[in-house]
Protein backbone atom coordinates (compact mmCIF):
# COMPACT_ATOMS: atom_id res chain seq x y z
CA UNK A 1 0.00 0.00 0.00
CA UNK A 2 0.95 3.68 -0.13
CA UNK A 3 0.43 5.10 3.26
CA UNK A 4 -0.27 9.11 3.79
CA UNK A 5 0.04 10.40 7.00
CA UNK A 6 -0.82 14.54 7.52
CA UNK A 7 -0.88 16.48 10.61
CA UNK A 8 -0.77 20.33 11.23
CA UNK A 9 2.62 20.98 12.75
CA UNK A 10 2.27 19.83 16.43
CA UNK A 11 5.40 18.13 17.31
CA UNK A 12 3.43 16.61 20.38
CA UNK A 13 1.28 15.00 18.26
CA UNK A 14 3.51 13.88 15.71
CA UNK A 15 5.40 11.65 17.76
CA UNK A 16 2.48 10.23 18.50
CA UNK A 17 1.93 8.95 15.35
CA UNK A 18 5.61 7.72 14.67
CA UNK A 19 5.67 4.03 15.77
CA UNK A 20 2.57 3.46 13.91
CA UNK A 21 4.18 5.19 10.54
CA UNK A 22 7.37 2.86 11.20
CA UNK A 23 5.13 -0.48 11.62
CA UNK A 24 3.95 0.40 7.94
CA UNK A 25 6.67 0.74 6.52
CA UNK A 26 9.22 -2.06 8.05
CA UNK A 27 5.81 -4.02 6.71
CA UNK A 28 6.81 -3.41 3.40
CA UNK A 29 4.56 0.04 2.58
CA UNK A 30 5.51 3.06 1.02
CA UNK A 31 5.16 5.80 3.61
CA UNK A 32 4.91 9.20 3.38
CA UNK A 33 4.47 12.32 6.25
CA UNK A 34 2.95 15.56 4.71
CA UNK A 35 2.54 18.47 7.06
CA UNK A 36 3.65 22.67 6.77
CA UNK A 37 7.10 22.93 5.49
CA UNK A 38 8.53 24.28 8.51
CA UNK A 39 8.17 20.78 10.23
CA UNK A 40 9.95 19.36 7.28
CA UNK A 41 13.22 19.09 9.33
CA UNK A 42 10.77 17.30 12.61
CA UNK A 43 9.69 14.78 10.59
CA UNK A 44 13.13 13.21 8.42
CA UNK A 45 14.67 13.48 12.09
CA UNK A 46 12.38 10.11 13.04
CA UNK A 47 13.92 8.83 9.74
CA UNK A 48 10.30 9.22 7.65
CA UNK A 49 9.96 10.75 4.42
CA UNK A 50 8.71 14.59 4.40
CA UNK A 51 6.21 16.02 2.80
CA UNK A 52 6.42 19.98 2.45
CA UNK A 53 2.48 21.04 1.63
CA UNK A 54 0.96 24.67 1.67
CA UNK A 55 2.45 27.93 3.59
CA UNK A 56 3.80 27.89 6.90
CA UNK A 57 1.82 29.21 9.51
CA UNK A 58 1.56 29.38 13.29
CA UNK A 59 -1.53 28.67 14.98
CA UNK A 60 -0.75 29.08 18.77
CA UNK A 61 0.09 32.44 17.30
CA UNK A 62 -3.37 33.40 15.82
CA UNK A 63 -5.24 31.74 18.43
CA UNK A 64 -3.21 34.01 20.62
CA UNK A 65 -4.95 36.48 19.92
CA UNK A 66 -8.47 35.16 21.30
CA UNK A 67 -6.95 34.65 24.71
CA UNK A 68 -10.25 33.00 26.46
CA UNK A 69 -10.59 30.58 22.61
CA UNK A 70 -10.38 27.35 25.02
CA UNK A 71 -13.02 29.28 27.40
CA UNK A 72 -12.53 31.01 30.46
CA UNK A 73 -9.37 31.38 32.06
CA UNK A 74 -9.87 30.34 35.03
CA UNK A 75 -11.89 26.99 34.17
CA UNK A 76 -9.39 25.07 32.14
CA UNK A 77 -10.65 21.65 30.59
CA UNK A 78 -11.33 21.62 27.04
CA UNK A 79 -12.13 23.97 24.21
CA UNK A 80 -16.18 25.26 23.70
CA UNK A 81 -17.91 23.43 22.18
CA UNK A 82 -15.97 20.31 23.06
CA UNK A 83 -16.43 20.84 26.58
CA UNK A 84 -19.82 18.78 26.47
CA UNK A 85 -18.07 15.72 26.54
CA UNK A 86 -18.94 13.95 29.56
CA UNK A 87 -21.58 15.67 30.60
CA UNK A 88 -25.76 15.02 31.02
CA UNK A 89 -27.02 15.38 27.64
CA UNK A 90 -30.24 17.20 29.55
CA UNK A 91 -27.38 19.89 30.01
CA UNK A 92 -26.19 20.20 26.17
CA UNK A 93 -28.33 22.93 24.28
CA UNK A 94 -28.34 23.35 20.47
CA UNK A 95 -27.73 26.72 21.08
CA UNK A 96 -24.26 26.23 23.00
CA UNK A 97 -23.16 23.59 20.02
CA UNK A 98 -23.76 25.57 16.97
CA UNK A 99 -22.03 28.74 18.61
CA UNK A 100 -19.26 27.00 19.38
CA UNK A 101 -18.68 25.01 16.04
CA UNK A 102 -19.19 28.38 14.79
CA UNK A 103 -16.32 30.18 16.72
CA UNK A 104 -13.82 27.15 16.42
CA UNK A 105 -14.10 26.69 12.79
CA UNK A 106 -13.46 30.01 11.80
CA UNK A 107 -11.09 30.39 14.32
CA UNK A 108 -9.45 27.19 15.18
CA UNK A 109 -10.01 24.45 12.17
CA UNK A 110 -9.72 26.80 9.31
CA UNK A 111 -7.14 28.17 10.55
CA UNK A 112 -4.65 24.81 10.86
CA UNK A 113 -5.84 23.44 7.79
CA UNK A 114 -6.48 26.12 5.30
CA UNK A 115 -2.50 26.14 4.73
CA UNK A 116 -2.23 22.73 3.75
CA UNK A 117 -5.40 21.83 1.97
CA UNK A 118 -4.98 22.76 -1.67
CA UNK A 119 -0.96 21.59 -1.60
CA UNK A 120 -1.70 18.27 -0.24
CA UNK A 121 -5.26 17.73 -2.15
CA UNK A 122 -2.34 17.78 -5.11
CA UNK A 123 0.00 15.51 -4.01
CA UNK A 124 -2.38 13.02 -2.97
CA UNK A 125 -4.12 12.86 -6.20
CA UNK A 126 -0.71 12.97 -7.84
CA UNK A 127 0.73 10.39 -5.75
CA UNK A 128 -3.07 8.29 -5.22
CA UNK A 129 -2.38 6.83 -1.52
CA UNK A 130 -4.17 3.76 -0.60
CA UNK A 131 -4.68 5.09 2.85
CA UNK A 132 -4.49 8.51 4.61
CA UNK A 133 -4.12 8.69 8.69
CA UNK A 134 -4.75 11.70 9.81
CA UNK A 135 -4.29 13.98 13.08
CA UNK A 136 -7.73 14.63 14.70
CA UNK A 137 -7.36 17.83 14.33
CA UNK A 138 -6.05 17.76 10.46
CA UNK A 139 -9.23 17.17 8.34
CA UNK A 140 -7.24 18.50 5.20
CA UNK A 141 -6.26 14.96 5.35
CA UNK A 142 -10.00 13.79 5.31
CA UNK A 143 -10.61 16.37 2.44
CA UNK A 144 -7.18 14.95 0.67
CA UNK A 145 -8.51 11.39 1.07
CA UNK A 146 -11.82 12.24 -0.89
CA UNK A 147 -10.37 13.84 -3.62
CA UNK A 148 -8.27 10.94 -4.61
CA UNK A 149 -10.01 8.44 -3.42
CA UNK A 150 -8.60 6.62 -0.28
CA UNK A 151 -10.18 5.14 2.09
CA UNK A 152 -9.14 7.29 5.24
CA UNK A 153 -8.71 6.76 9.52
CA UNK A 154 -8.18 9.34 12.43
CA UNK A 155 -5.86 9.08 15.14
CA UNK A 156 -6.57 9.57 17.98
CA UNK A 157 -4.23 10.10 21.11
CA UNK A 158 -6.51 11.91 23.98
CA UNK A 159 -10.42 11.92 24.64
CA UNK A 160 -12.48 11.64 21.71
CA UNK A 161 -14.10 14.90 22.13
CA UNK A 162 -14.47 15.56 19.19
CA UNK A 163 -16.71 12.53 18.16
CA UNK A 164 -18.80 12.95 21.24
CA UNK A 165 -19.98 16.43 20.48
CA UNK A 166 -20.34 15.87 17.07
CA UNK A 167 -22.84 13.41 18.16
CA UNK A 168 -24.49 15.75 20.30
CA UNK A 169 -24.74 18.06 17.79
CA UNK A 170 -26.42 16.04 15.26
CA UNK A 171 -28.29 14.45 18.15
CA UNK A 172 -29.90 18.24 18.80
CA UNK A 173 -30.24 18.96 15.08
CA UNK A 174 -32.40 16.40 14.33
CA UNK A 175 -34.52 18.08 16.87
CA UNK A 176 -34.53 21.84 15.44
CA UNK A 177 -36.47 23.23 12.17
CA UNK A 178 -34.71 22.53 9.12
CA UNK A 179 -33.97 26.46 8.52
CA UNK A 180 -32.47 26.06 12.22
CA UNK A 181 -30.13 23.58 11.06
CA UNK A 182 -26.59 25.52 10.78
CA UNK A 183 -23.97 23.17 10.67
CA UNK A 184 -20.39 24.74 10.40
CA UNK A 185 -18.53 21.75 9.98
CA UNK A 186 -20.57 20.37 7.44
CA UNK A 187 -20.70 23.87 5.18
CA UNK A 188 -16.90 24.22 5.59
CA UNK A 189 -15.87 20.31 4.24
CA UNK A 190 -18.87 20.44 1.85
CA UNK A 191 -17.05 23.17 0.25
CA UNK A 192 -13.72 21.39 -0.25
CA UNK A 193 -15.37 18.05 -0.86
CA UNK A 194 -17.82 19.65 -4.17
CA UNK A 195 -14.53 21.24 -5.07
CA UNK A 196 -12.47 18.27 -5.83
CA UNK A 197 -15.76 16.31 -7.36
CA UNK A 198 -16.56 14.36 -4.22
CA UNK A 199 -19.46 14.38 -2.24
CA UNK A 200 -18.83 15.11 1.42
CA UNK A 201 -20.34 12.82 4.55
CA UNK A 202 -19.63 12.02 8.22
CA UNK A 203 -16.46 10.12 7.59
CA UNK A 204 -15.17 14.14 6.96
CA UNK A 205 -14.94 14.92 10.15
CA UNK A 206 -14.51 11.45 12.33
CA UNK A 207 -12.59 9.09 9.24
CA UNK A 208 -14.12 6.32 8.30
CA UNK A 209 -12.34 4.29 11.25
CA UNK A 210 -10.42 5.73 14.47
CA UNK A 211 -7.07 4.25 15.63
CA UNK A 212 -6.89 4.86 19.34
CA UNK A 213 -4.20 5.44 21.50
CA UNK A 214 -6.46 5.37 24.75
CA UNK A 215 -7.41 2.11 26.45
CA UNK A 216 -11.22 2.14 26.84
CA UNK A 217 -10.79 2.27 30.59
CA UNK A 218 -9.79 5.94 30.15
CA UNK A 219 -11.68 6.96 26.93
CA UNK A 220 -14.83 8.60 26.07
CA UNK A 221 -16.09 7.34 22.90
CA UNK A 222 -18.82 8.32 20.36
CA UNK A 223 -20.76 5.69 18.04
CA UNK A 224 -18.09 4.88 15.71
CA UNK A 225 -15.88 2.58 14.85
CA UNK A 226 -13.01 2.31 16.68
CA UNK A 227 -9.35 0.19 16.36
CA UNK A 228 -7.19 -0.36 19.68
CA UNK A 229 -3.38 0.61 19.52
CA UNK A 230 -0.74 0.22 22.07
CA UNK A 231 1.47 3.47 22.91
CA UNK A 232 4.99 3.13 22.02
CA UNK A 233 6.82 5.43 24.07
CA UNK A 234 8.32 7.71 21.64
CA UNK A 235 10.30 11.13 22.25
CA UNK A 236 11.96 11.98 18.83
CA UNK A 237 16.00 11.74 19.06
CA UNK A 238 17.22 11.49 22.47
CA UNK A 239 20.72 10.33 24.67
CA UNK A 240 20.58 8.46 27.36
CA UNK A 241 23.00 10.87 30.12
CA UNK A 242 25.05 8.82 32.43
CA UNK A 243 23.20 9.47 35.60
CA UNK A 244 20.46 7.84 34.14
CA UNK A 245 21.65 4.57 32.97
CA UNK A 246 21.59 2.77 36.60
CA UNK A 247 18.43 3.27 39.41
CA UNK A 248 19.63 5.42 42.30
CA UNK A 249 19.78 4.45 46.40
CA UNK A 250 16.53 6.06 46.89
CA UNK A 251 13.37 6.53 45.18
CA UNK A 252 12.85 8.51 42.19
CA UNK A 253 10.32 10.69 41.58
CA UNK A 254 9.91 12.23 38.17
CA UNK A 255 8.01 15.78 37.39
CA UNK A 256 7.49 16.61 34.07
CA UNK A 257 4.75 19.13 32.93
CA UNK A 258 4.81 18.92 29.25
CA UNK A 259 6.12 19.96 25.96
CA UNK A 260 3.65 21.85 24.34
CA UNK A 261 2.55 24.94 26.41
CA UNK A 262 5.96 26.11 27.05
CA UNK A 263 7.09 25.50 23.26
CA UNK A 264 4.60 27.87 22.17
CA UNK A 265 5.28 30.63 24.76
CA UNK A 266 3.23 29.67 27.76
CA UNK A 267 3.75 28.44 31.04
CA UNK A 268 2.77 25.69 33.37
CA UNK A 269 -0.14 25.54 35.47
CA UNK A 270 1.69 24.62 38.61
CA UNK A 271 4.48 25.91 40.17
CA UNK A 272 7.57 24.48 39.95
CA UNK A 273 9.20 26.55 42.75
CA UNK A 274 6.26 25.53 45.00
CA UNK A 275 6.27 21.61 43.88
CA UNK A 276 10.04 21.45 44.61
CA UNK A 277 10.14 22.96 48.26
CA UNK A 278 7.13 20.77 48.98
CA UNK A 279 9.23 17.82 48.48
CA UNK A 280 12.48 19.13 49.48
CA UNK A 281 12.29 17.10 52.84
CA UNK A 282 11.50 13.81 51.39
CA UNK A 283 14.29 11.08 51.53
CA UNK A 284 13.71 10.28 47.52
CA UNK A 285 15.36 12.02 44.30
CA UNK A 286 13.04 14.51 42.06
CA UNK A 287 14.09 14.51 38.86
CA UNK A 288 12.25 17.60 37.03
CA UNK A 289 12.45 17.94 33.45
CA UNK A 290 11.49 21.35 33.30
CA UNK A 291 12.06 23.96 30.10
CA UNK A 292 14.41 26.59 30.05
CA UNK A 293 11.95 29.61 30.35
CA UNK A 294 10.54 28.03 33.67
CA UNK A 295 13.72 27.17 35.06
CA UNK A 296 14.96 30.48 34.90
CA UNK A 297 11.89 31.47 37.26
CA UNK A 298 13.24 29.61 40.20
CA UNK A 299 15.11 30.82 42.87
CA UNK A 300 16.49 27.74 44.63
CA UNK A 301 16.92 23.99 43.92
CA UNK A 302 16.85 21.81 46.80
CA UNK A 303 19.52 19.20 47.41
CA UNK A 304 17.13 16.39 46.79
CA UNK A 305 16.45 17.67 42.97
CA UNK A 306 17.92 17.64 39.79
CA UNK A 307 16.46 19.97 37.11
CA UNK A 308 17.23 19.54 33.66
CA UNK A 309 15.70 20.70 30.39
CA UNK A 310 15.33 17.47 28.86
CA UNK A 311 15.65 13.59 29.16
CA UNK A 312 14.10 10.84 27.74
CA UNK A 313 11.33 10.51 29.54
CA UNK A 314 11.26 6.30 29.11
CA UNK A 315 14.43 5.88 29.71
CA UNK A 316 13.39 8.28 33.05
CA UNK A 317 10.32 6.70 34.10
CA UNK A 318 12.04 3.29 33.89
CA UNK A 319 14.43 4.12 36.91
CA UNK A 320 11.73 5.72 39.00
CA UNK A 321 8.80 5.20 41.24
CA UNK A 322 6.11 7.88 40.51
CA UNK A 323 5.23 10.22 38.08
CA UNK A 324 4.01 14.06 38.49
CA UNK A 325 3.07 15.62 35.42
CA UNK A 326 0.23 17.16 33.75
CA UNK A 327 -1.47 14.41 32.16
CA UNK A 328 -0.63 14.54 28.42
CA UNK A 329 -0.75 11.26 27.32
CA UNK A 330 2.41 10.68 25.70
CA UNK A 331 3.43 11.18 29.31
CA UNK A 332 0.52 9.77 31.11
CA UNK A 333 0.99 6.44 29.17
CA UNK A 334 4.67 6.40 29.00
CA UNK A 335 4.27 6.28 32.42
CA UNK A 336 1.23 4.09 32.70
CA UNK A 337 3.48 1.19 30.87
CA UNK A 338 6.21 1.37 33.80
CA UNK A 339 3.44 0.46 36.02
CA UNK A 340 4.08 3.68 38.10
CA UNK A 341 1.78 5.62 40.44
CA UNK A 342 0.43 9.27 39.23
CA UNK A 343 0.03 12.37 40.39
CA UNK A 344 -1.71 14.36 38.06
CA UNK A 345 -1.92 18.07 37.74
CA UNK A 346 -3.66 18.51 34.63
CA UNK A 347 -5.58 21.94 33.54
CA UNK A 348 -6.48 22.81 30.09
CA UNK A 349 -8.03 20.66 26.62
CA UNK A 350 -8.52 16.56 27.85
CA UNK A 351 -6.00 16.19 30.79
CA UNK A 352 -8.60 16.91 33.56
CA UNK A 353 -11.06 14.24 31.92
CA UNK A 354 -7.97 11.84 31.29
CA UNK A 355 -6.57 12.41 34.83
CA UNK A 356 -9.82 11.53 36.38
CA UNK A 357 -9.87 8.25 34.88
CA UNK A 358 -6.72 7.30 35.63
CA UNK A 359 -7.66 8.14 39.40
CA UNK A 360 -10.98 6.33 39.21
CA UNK A 361 -8.60 2.97 38.11
CA UNK A 362 -7.06 3.46 41.20
CA UNK A 363 -3.44 3.96 39.31
CA UNK A 364 -2.74 7.69 41.03
CA UNK A 365 -3.85 11.24 42.60
CA UNK A 366 -5.28 14.14 41.04
CA UNK A 367 -4.56 17.76 42.22
CA UNK A 368 -5.87 21.15 40.81
CA UNK A 369 -2.75 22.72 39.75
CA UNK A 370 -4.10 26.31 39.80
CA UNK A 371 -5.07 25.39 43.77
CA UNK A 372 -2.43 22.91 45.17
CA UNK A 373 0.01 23.79 47.65
CA UNK A 374 4.09 22.35 47.77
CA UNK A 375 2.39 20.91 50.74
CA UNK A 376 -0.54 19.00 48.93
CA UNK A 377 2.15 17.55 46.28
CA UNK A 378 4.32 16.37 49.26
CA UNK A 379 1.16 14.62 51.17
CA UNK A 380 0.55 12.96 47.70
CA UNK A 381 3.47 11.51 46.54
CA UNK A 382 3.93 10.58 50.41
CA UNK A 383 1.18 8.57 49.67
CA UNK A 384 1.65 7.26 46.10
CA UNK A 385 5.05 5.83 47.43
CA UNK A 386 3.41 4.23 50.92
CA UNK A 387 0.21 2.70 50.05
CA UNK A 388 0.54 -0.03 48.03
CA UNK A 389 -2.89 0.09 46.56
CA UNK A 390 -1.89 2.87 43.64
CA UNK A 391 1.32 0.37 42.61
CA UNK A 392 -1.17 -2.36 42.54
CA UNK A 393 -3.68 -0.22 40.34
CA UNK A 394 -0.53 1.71 37.99
CA UNK A 395 -0.05 -2.18 37.59
CA UNK A 396 -3.39 -3.14 36.44
CA UNK A 397 -3.61 -0.23 34.16
CA UNK A 398 -0.14 -1.08 32.72
CA UNK A 399 -1.78 -4.53 31.76
CA UNK A 400 -4.99 -2.82 30.07
CA UNK A 401 -2.51 -1.06 27.84
CA UNK A 402 -0.34 -4.18 27.14
CA UNK A 403 -3.22 -6.34 26.09
CA UNK A 404 -3.80 -3.76 22.84
CA UNK A 405 -2.29 -4.51 20.09
CA UNK A 406 1.20 -3.22 18.92
CA UNK A 407 1.64 -1.27 15.69
CA UNK A 408 2.89 -4.27 14.20
CA UNK A 409 -0.43 -5.96 15.06
CA UNK A 410 -2.38 -3.72 13.76
CA UNK A 411 -1.26 -3.68 10.17
CA UNK A 412 -2.83 -6.37 8.55
CA UNK A 413 -6.02 -4.62 10.18
CA UNK A 414 -5.63 -1.72 8.35
CA UNK A 415 -4.59 -3.96 5.14
CA UNK A 416 -7.94 -5.50 5.47
CA UNK A 417 -9.70 -2.43 6.08
CA UNK A 418 -8.21 -0.52 3.19
CA UNK A 419 -9.48 -3.77 1.38
CA UNK A 420 -12.33 -3.59 2.16
CA UNK A 421 -12.78 0.15 1.09
CA UNK A 422 -11.89 -0.53 -2.05
CA UNK A 423 -13.81 -3.56 -2.75
CA UNK A 424 -16.99 -1.31 -1.19
CA UNK A 425 -16.59 1.83 -3.82
CA UNK A 426 -18.47 1.84 -7.06
CA UNK A 427 -16.25 0.45 -10.11
CA UNK A 428 -16.41 1.78 -13.90
CA UNK A 429 -18.42 0.09 -16.01
CA UNK A 430 -16.61 -2.11 -18.57
CA UNK A 431 -17.75 -4.58 -20.99
CA UNK A 432 -18.04 -7.94 -20.06
CA UNK A 433 -15.06 -10.36 -22.20
CA UNK A 434 -15.94 -12.85 -23.82
CA UNK A 435 -14.57 -16.35 -21.85
CA UNK A 436 -11.81 -18.52 -24.22
CA UNK A 437 -11.79 -21.97 -23.36
CA UNK A 438 -8.82 -23.84 -21.79
CA UNK A 439 -7.38 -26.36 -23.55
CA UNK A 440 -8.61 -29.63 -23.15
CA UNK A 441 -12.14 -28.66 -22.70
Not at 126 to 145: C, F, M, N, R
Request: glycine share 8%; net charge negative; aromatic share 8%.
Amino acid sequence: MRVLFTTYPERTHFLLMVPLAWALRTAGHEVRFASQPKFADTITQAGLTAVPVGSNRDLWQILSRDPNWLGPPERGGMPMPYDVTGRDPEDISWEYLSEGFTRQVRRWHMASNLPMVGDLVAFAQEWKPDLVIWDPLTYAGSVAAKACGAAHARLLFGTDMYGVTRDHFLRLASEQPEEDRVDPMREWLEGHAVKYGATFDETMITGQVTIDLVPACLQQRARRTYLPLRYVPYGGPATVPDWLRTKPARPRVALTLGLSTTGHGGEYAAGVQDILDGLADLDIEVVATIAESEQTKLTRIPDNARVVSFAPLDALAATCDAVIHHAGYGTLATAALRGLPHLMLPWDNDGPALAEAVGATGAGLVLNPKETTGEAVRDAVLRLLSEPGFRKGAEALRDTLLEMPTPNQLVPELEQFVAAQQKAQPQPHTQPQPQTQKTGE
